[in-house]
């Protein structure tokens, strides 16, 4: 009887440990597709890491190349030098938006691209100040002549006498006006040192005549007078250098630091002879008119440019000091007169303006440049009749590009106070060698 019962608990083990090594085995076929699970999640999800990354890059050169081509045309437009027809820029901006949109590189130009003045240098605006905004290129010569006209005219009114009651006068009134012209012709050379260094000399050559219209003082007689005085020769020599400071871009304003040096070899006031001239007064007239000043001075200056669209805006600030002269003596008819140690004032000066690309040929600016020139001293003290002096001038300048790359400049400068040149007319033409 027991072995029946035996056979079937035998059986039964037998099927039990069939079922356990099934189990077995579907447990560790699951556990083995498990881990395979794991693996092919990892692999999908370094490929999607490597997929950003790689779209990171290329939104990267895309943007860069975007940023160059904004760059290209903004200085484009504002210089007018080598700027591209309008719309061709077009089909650039086409290509960008398209690799952008599809994850692609952005396609890359073929061949050599022309030269453009990348070389974070400012963008040019016609000139209308003394100190040019663009530095020449580094290695290249710029002979820049040009010729300047100026035009002023004064009145002066003295009385003398005395008064009994007011409003009448008893005495001589001495009416006086001046007019006077001047040409200056000069001769500019540039060289580029660096990119960010130039080095200038400018020659000019001086013509003045001065037309003096007055009523003897102590006559009463009411016939005027016409006294005529020129002179010409060669001017004072100036010798500048330049420096860009920083970079610049579209965004960023770029400073330019300058020095110049404006020598004394034009003939000046204290060379040439004073007489009496009947209707003259404090001293009389000079007999031949000075072409130079006179003093040896140096003038440090900050120039700033500030791109916008479609616009440059500019100005600038500087310092004059003439350096004093010794024993300084004035010739008269009777001989030379002592006058002592002379120092002119201190000059402080500052511009601003805005410069505006017309088409790719021309351009213009406008601008205000104010000088505050100081008061005279002799021997240490402040000369009779020296006052500080306030010159204002509004400028306006074009530009224009001839078809063979030659370059014409115009400015017109009108005086806002009195004590500065009604008109003023300055011709350049910068060539480049």
Same mark, same amino acid.
């Not at 009463?220 to 330049?242: C, H, I």
């Given at each position: 009887?027991?072995?029946?019962?035996?056979?079937?608990?035998?059986?039964?083990?037998?099927?039990?440990?069939?079922?356990?090594?099934?189990? =077995?085995?579907?447990?560790?076929?699951?556990?083995?597709?498990?881990?395979?699970?794991?693996?092919?999640?990892?692999?999908?999800?370094?490929?999607?890491?490597?997929?950003?990354?790689?779209?990171?890059?290329?939104?990267?050169?895309?943007?860069?190349?975007?940023?160059?081509?904004?760059?290209?045309?903004?200085?484009?437009?504002?210089?007018?030098?080598?700027?591209?027809?309008?719309?061709?820029?077009?089909?650039?901006?086409?290509?960008?938006?398209?690799?952008?949109?599809?994850?692609?590189?952005?396609?890359?130009?073929?061949?050599?691209?022309?030269?453009?003045?990348?070389?974070?240098?400012?963008?040019?605006?016609?000139?209308?100040?003394?100190?040019?905004?663009?530095?020449?290129?580094?290695?290249?010569?710029?002979?820049?002549?040009?010729?300047?006209?100026?035009?002023? !005219?004064?009145?002066?009114?003295?009385?003398?006498?005395?008064?009994?009651?007011?409003?009448?006068?008893?005495?001589?009134?001495?009416?006086?006006?001046?007019?006077?012209?001047?040409?200056?012709?000069?001769?500019?050379?540039?060289?580029?040192?660096?990119?960010?260094?130039?080095?200038?000399?400018?020659?000019?050559?001086?013509?003045?005549?001065?037309?003096?219209? !007055?009523?003897?003082?102590?006559?009463?007689?009411?016939?005027?007078?016409?006294?005529?005085?020129?002179?010409?020769?060669?001017?004072?020599?100036?010798?500048?250098?330049?420096?860009?400071?920083?970079?610049?871009? $579209?965004?960023?304003?770029?400073?330019?630091?300058?020095?110049?040096?404006?020598?004394?070899?034009?003939?000046?006031?204290?060379?040439?002879?004073?007489?009496?001239?009947?209707?003259?007064?404090?001293?009389?007239?000079?007999?031949?008119?000075?072409?130079?000043?006179?003093?040896?001075?140096?003038?440090?200056?900050?120039?700033?440019?500030?791109?916008?669209?479609?616009?440059?805006?500019?100005?600038?600030?500087?310092?004059?000091?003439?350096?004093?002269?010794?024993?300084?003596?004035?010739?008269?008819? =009777? =001989? !030379?007169?002592? $006058?002592?140690?002379?120092?002119?004032?201190?000059?402080?000066?500052?511009?601003?303006?805005?410069?505006?690309?017309?088409?790719?040929?021309?351009?213009?600016?406008?601008?205000?440049?104010?000088?505050?020139?100081?008061?005279?001293?002799?021997?240490?003290?402040?000369?009779?009749?020296?006052?500080?002096?306030?010159?204002?001038?509004?400028?306006?300048?074009?530009?224009?590009?001839?078809?063979?790359?030659?370059?014409?400049?115009?400015?017109?400068?009108?005086?806002?106070?009195?004590?500065?040149?009604?008109?003023?007319?300055?011709?350049?033409?910068?060539?480049?060698?």
């Amino acid at each position: 009887m027991k072995t029946p019962v035996s056979a079937s608990a035998a059986i039964m083990g037998h099927g039990l440990a069939g079922a356990l090594l099934v189990l =077995g085995g579907s447990a560790a076929q699951a556990a083995d597709d498990g881990a395979g699970s794991v693996s092919r999640l990892q692999e999908q999800v370094d490929e999607q890491a490597e997929q950003i990354r790689q779209l990171k890059e290329s939104l990267l050169r895309q943007n860069l190349a975007i940023n160059e081509l904004q760059r290209m045309v903004q200085i484009d437009r504002i210089t007018g030098r080598g700027a591209a027809p309008a719309g061709s820029y077009a089909p650039r901006r086409e290509q960008l938006a398209q690799a952008s949109q599809q994850g692609e590189a952005p396609p890359q130009p073929v061949g050599q691209a022309p030269e453009q003045p990348a070389d974070s240098r400012p963008p040019e605006v016609a000139p209308i100040f003394e100190q040019p905004g663009v530095l020449t290129p580094r290695g290249k010569w710029i002979v820049e002549p040009s010729l300047q006209y100026s035009y002023s !005219s004064s009145n002066r009114i003295a009385l003398i006498g005395y008064t009994i009651i007011p409003a009448i006068l008893i005495g001589l009134i001495d009416v006086r006006e001046v007019k006077s012209n001047s040409f200056v012709a000069a001769l500019t050379v540039r060289r580029g040192i660096t990119n960010r260094l130039e080095l200038e000399a400018k020659v000019p050559w001086v013509y003045r005549s001065d037309d003096t219209i !007055s009523r003897e003082v102590f006559t009463g007689s009411a016939d005027e007078r016409v006294f005529d005085t020129t002179g010409s020769g060669l001017g004072d020599v100036e010798v500048t250098g330049r420096y860009q400071l920083n970079d610049g871009g $579209v965004d960023s304003p770029y400073y330019i630091a300058s020095l110049r040096l404006k020598t004394r070899t034009g003939k000046d006031p204290f060379e040439v002879k004073t007489v009496f001239v009947p209707g003259a007064r404090e001293g009389g007239m000079q007999t031949e008119m000075p072409t130079g000043s006179g003093f040896y001075t140096l003038t440090p200056g900050l120039t700033v440019l500030i791109p916008s669209d479609p616009a440059v805006f500019f100005g600038g600030v500087s310092y004059q000091h003439s350096f004093k002269r010794g024993n300084v003596k004035t010739r008269r008819e =009777g =001989g !030379s007169v002592l $006058v002592g140690d002379v120092k002119p004032g201190p000059t402080f000066g500052f511009n601003f303006g805005m410069g505006l690309a017309l088409n790719e040929r021309s351009s213009f600016s406008i601008g205000y440049d104010h000088l505050s020139v100081g008061k005279v001293e002799v021997d240490g003290n402040t000369a009779p009749g020296s006052v500080r002096v306030q010159l204002g001038t509004l400028l306006l300048g074009y530009s224009y590009r001839t078809a063979n790359g030659q370059t014409l400049n115009l400015s017109l400068g009108a005086g806002l106070t009195t004590d500065t040149p009604d008109l003023q007319l300055t011709l350049r033409m910068p060539l480049t060698l």
